[in-house]
């Protein structure tokens, strides 16, 4: 005999109600997509034979001429398109040689979960070395059944806050709502993204962007009255809008005059439909939405304002323009309606309907990690500061180590053994005295998506069909938000765990999750290629390579001065609020920084 708690009630009439709302979505007109007009249709790559150029290019996507650093000469990138489990292929060759920008670089495949290929993932110094000018690196994996809406960016530094940034889409043949939507091509994907007029390295505190833009164009208060993005639409279909969070700090409220968006995916996990008004859209973050064209033929805002910088729609700004079909090709005049269908995370759910994992009462999970965000001149996690090692993660379990009082960096790293339920509670801070300000964070866990069982918003557990997704809000401290998500420990090897506002995960706000790293090592040096190994240079090979013999790494050819203090970790209990006075690799301190990781002196 089952007996069901009043909230379980709760949940069960509201995932009723929204399965019922799913058959009052119009009916479809045609099975057949079609493609959707328009000029400013991006470059596409085949994610099964794909070529990615990172280059410097000088560009001006707001009127204000600029260096970048970009995927494909293009800002955004180009789209990178596939079919459910179809293998990906795609050689990263680097050309770049602006000094004023990162010279070396990676890519990570945001929301990929890179089962077996944790080698894939693009970290930098937690899954492998950067890229360095002039070399190329073939990535190759496989997405298995994931489909939906990611992105690809840099994983180096500040890097995609200079430009490196695109959408890549997972095309699936029996889509469950592809009766819902009649085009979804390149043409329908929406990125928006922050924009600076210089480079990264010289963006200082607060972080404000200058410009918003949207699918690679924007205007700045002040300049000039630039071509806005257009989206073409044609009246009477039915559009999935892929909107892809690029963004490097803001988080954007998305909403288009005049027209109602229906949720059908979050972060590349089908949802029961949703209708909003608008949408939440922090850095990380994707959702499909599907948007009728039934108004009379003209042209509508499509908004994007951030949640600081320039937080105004005047002569266009955080603008751009959905045009129907005959339309006249001006800028709109319409005006924002109404809000009566409010955005709330905790009503989204997953289409297919999955219990989190383990016993349904918060804190009875396997492993119990209470994450704690503070600041204190930089960012820090249970009081460490996350500091980029000096030889990548990986490269240090498959030399051997495996304990957190091994792995660098000391105080960052939680070893989690294999095929056990992890729950993970981050309360907010930021108006607490040493909090993590600059809320809210998205926070992302790279190889997962995991199920959300308390939202930022709404702090009663969701234990019969939370939204899984892999980049979540933590929040505000004022709204009393305490998110608590889990996953199973279903893929070894070392995954990281940040905030997605870029200058924070820069400035130490990271662990890394260490997931059974003695099956990692087996498994990762059973596929890794040579062209994997042959990125870090010779110092970091031989440093790492003497764990076996010595028990410890040898850094003294790094020049790198290390000092740590691990008090001992359970990994089988709660492992809450380690405590470290740990001090690693100094070289992505924002003062100390040097221009490459390659002008540490030892290295070869």
Known sequence: ?????????????????????????????????????????????????????????????????????????????????????????????????????????????????????????????????????????????????????????????????????????????????ARLYDVDDENTIITLADWWHVPSRKIAPPFTPNTTTINGKGRYAGGPKTPLSVVNVEHGKRYRFRIIGASCDAWHNFTIDGHRMTIIEADGVETIPEEVDWLQVLAGQRYSVVVTADQPVDNYWIRALPNHGNQTFIDGQNSAILRYASAPTRDPTTNQGPVVAHFEESRLHSLESRAPPGVPEVGKADVVLTLVPGFNNSFNVNGVRFRPPPAPVLLQILSGARHPTELLPRGSVYELPRNKVIEVHMPANDLTPGGARGSPHGIHLHGHNFHVIRTATNSTPNFINPLRRDTVSMGSEGQKSNITFRFVTDNPGPWILHCHIDFHLFNGFAVVMAEAPDTAAIQQNNILPSSWSDLCPAGIREATSLFNTTGSFNLTTLDITISANLTGLSTTSTLSDPTSSSKTSYHTDISTMPPTFSSLSGLS
């Open 1 to 177: 005999m089952h007996v069901f708690s009043l909230t379980s009630l709760v949940f069960l009439l509201s995932i009723a109600c929204s399965l019922e709302a799913v058959s009052r979505v119009s009916e479809p007109r045609s099975r057949v997509r079609t493609r959707a007009n328009g000029s400013n249709s991006p470059g596409v790559i085949d994610a099964t034979n794909g070529e990615l150029e990172i280059a410097n290019k000088v560009i001006d996507p707001d009127g204000y001429t600029r260096s970048a650093t970009l995927a494909g000469g293009t800002f955004p990138g180009p789209v990178i398109k596939a079919q459910k489990g179809r293998n990906f292929s795609i050689n990263v060759i680097n050309n770049l040689h602006d000094p004023t920008m990162e010279l070396t670089t990676t890519i990570h495949w945001h929301g990929i979960f890179q089962n077996r290929t944790n080698w894939a993932d693009g970290v930098s110094f937690i899954t492998q070395c950067p890229i360095q000018p002039g070399q190329n690196f073939l990535y190759q994996f496989n997405a298995e059944n994931q489909t939906g809406t990611y992105w690809y960016h840099s994983h180096h530094e500040l890097q995609y806050c200079d430009g490196l940034r695109g959408p890549l889409i997972i095309y699936d043949p029996d889509d469950p709502h």
